[in-house]
T-cell receptor, first 112, second 116 residues
Framework: KAGVTQTPRYLIKTRGQQVTLSCSPI?????VSWYQQTPGQGLQFLFE???????NKGNFPGRFSGRQFSNSRSEMNVSTLELGDSALYLC???????????FGPGTRLTVT | AQSVTQLDSHVSVSEGTPVLLRCNYS??????LFWYVQHPNKGLQLLLK??????LVKGINGFEAEFKKSETSFHLTKPSAHMSDAAEYFC??????????????FGKGTKLSVKP
């Protein structure tokens, strides 16, 4: 069974631009979560989608948004990029409880 | 609110010696606890999980962890370190409050170095 895939793997953007990251979960998984990983703040939860509905949201500004499609694929969008948005963005999928998540390799975003 | 504290940011051991990575948690509920490992430039891999069954949990690659409610700890151990164990390890608690599967709270991570 294929694992979680994320595209693109690397991105370089300029301040003020917007970016869209994509995540394809493991087949059959309906829950997709997004995390931001930085050296200073560590791993932080962004949001989680289940059956196309956002179920949980972390403490991030509204510039960070996401959505999930009927095939469970998910996208994350960051608008008006700031230098501090440079990070590794990880996507994780889950089938059902008990909260076992499988992570993709991440998208490395660099904002210049 | 749930939280997790990894007591060491960096642990260094010699190959063949035991590994101990310490984790304390705070939870209002009966928590689910996990250990994940992240090798350089890779995503996170689940090592093991505790979900209120047996308190001693065995994971992959010879790792195990013991849930101790009285000490609010979930330390990760391995009897004999291997060079390939060098990585960053994250202790994680799952936030049940929202009834969702998605809210994992990560510790700051412990970087494990293994000397030959």
């Amino acid at each position: 069974k294929a694992g979680v895939t994320q595209t693109p793997r690397y991105l370089i953007k300029t301040r003020g631009q917007q970016v869209t990251l994509s995540c394809s979960p493991i087949s059959g998984h309906r829950s997709v979560s997004w995390y931001q990983q930085t050296p200073g703040q560590g791993l932080q939860f962004l949001f989680e989608y289940f059956s196309e509905t956002q179920r949980n949201k972390g403490n991030f500004p509204g510039r960070f948004s996401g959505r999930q499609f009927s095939n469970s694929r998910s996208e994350m969008n960051v608008s008006t990029l700031e230098l501090g948005d440079s990070a590794l963005y990880l996507c994780a999928s889950a089938l059902a409880g008990p909260y076992e998540q499988y992570f993709g390799p991440g998208t490395r975003l660099t904002v210049t | 609110a749930q939280s997790v504290t990894q007591l060491d940011s960096h642990v260094s051991v010699s190959e063949g010696t035991p590994v101990l990575l310490r984790c304390n948690y705070s939870s209002s509920y009966s928590p689910s606890l996990f250990w994940y490992v992240q090798h350089p430039n890779k995503g996170l891999q689940l090592l093991l999980k505790y979900t209120s069954a047996a308190t001693l949990v065995k994971g992959i690659n010879g790792f195990e962890a013991e849930f101790k409610k009285s000490e609010t700890s979930f330390h990760l151990t391995k009897p004999s370190a291997h060079m390939s164990d060098a990585a960053e390890y994250f202790c994680v608690v799952s936030d049940f409050e929202g009834g969702s599967q998605g809210n994992l709270i990560f510790g700051k991570g412990t970087k494990l170095s293994v000397k030959p």
